[in-house]
């Protein structure tokens, strides 16, 4: 019998406290139209962008230079330069190297519907 009680006052206590925390929440009754905006919401300034830029440099200088002497060795540089300029010239032999892979069926239907067309050709 104490049972059924314990039982009956701890769904009392549920119930309750599950109208409490619903009622809570604040509701809104009034319907409201929401513009949707679709991209960046915060589009960085020009002052950003430069900075950013300007950071960005920097973050490669200090990426090239040597920690012991502070400088850029020149070795390095010459080494990128030489890398750069056969980077290029392979480029430019591979381009002078391509062949036309493109569709090779250009006008096929066309040329059928000429040949089947329904009006009839003139007969000198």
Do not use: C, W
Request: glycine residues 8%.
């Amino acid at each position: 019998m104490k049972k059924n009680y314990f039982y009956g006052i701890g769904l009392l206590l549920l119930v309750g406290g599950a109208f409490i925390l619903l009622n809570s929440f604040p509701q809104s009754t009034a319907l409201t139209k929401e513009k949707i905006v679709l991209g960046p919401k915060n589009k960085p300034s020009m002052e950003d962008r430069a900075l950013f830029n300007i950071e960005r440099v920097k973050y490669e200088y200090n990426m090239q230079v040597n920690p012991l002497t502070g400088t850029i060795p020149k070795e390095d540089k010459a080494r990128e330069l030489a890398l750069a300029i056969a980077q290029k010239q392979e480029k430019t032999a591979s381009a002078l190297a391509y062949t036309f892979r493109g569709p090779g069926n250009l006008g096929g239907e066309h040329a059928l519907s000429l040949l089947t067309s329904p009006i009839p050709p003139e007969t000198p």
